[in-house]
């Protein structure tokens, strides 16, 4: 079974930086592309940024310049770096990865649990 767990939400002032982190574990043959997507009370899930096995990143136009996604292939884990937050980048944030399991025909997504992000004064 594949999981992914998140870590590294929290509250933080404006101006300040968080890192989160996502790692894939389980039975898996392969991780393709892996993102980062939020949601804020009241808003529909939006995508934040996204990183494919090989290839540009993708960001949102909202943290272009503030975060930045990247990834560890050794350790199937994929991080979001975000400085100089504001407080609308509030929201919970959730890791998403396409893979394929050890035992599975073709690759499937996955949703982290969500890790909560806070930024207030």
């Known amino acids: 079974q594949v999981q992914l767990v998140e870590s590294g939400g929290g509250l933080v002032q404006p101006g300040g930086s968080l890192r989160l982190s996502c790692a894939a574990s389980g039975s898996i043959f392969d991780i393709y592309g892996m993102g980062w997507y939020r949601q804020a009370p009241g808003k529909q899930r939006e995508l934040v940024a996204f990183?494919?096995?090989?290839?540009?990143?993708n960001y949102a136009d909202s943290v272009k310049g503030r975060f930045t996604i990247s990834r560890d292939n050794a350790k199937n884990t994929v991080y979001l770096q975000m400085n100089s937050l504001r407080p609308e980048d509030t929201a919970v944030y959730y890791c998403?990865?396409?893979?394929?399991?050890?035992?599975?025909?073709?690759?499937?997504?996955?949703w982290g649990q969500g890790t909560q992000v806070t930024v207030s004064s």
């Open positions: 998403n990865a396409l893979i394929r399991g050890r035992y599975e025909p073709r690759p499937l997504q996955y």
């Open positions: 990183i494919p096995s090989s290839g540009n990143t």
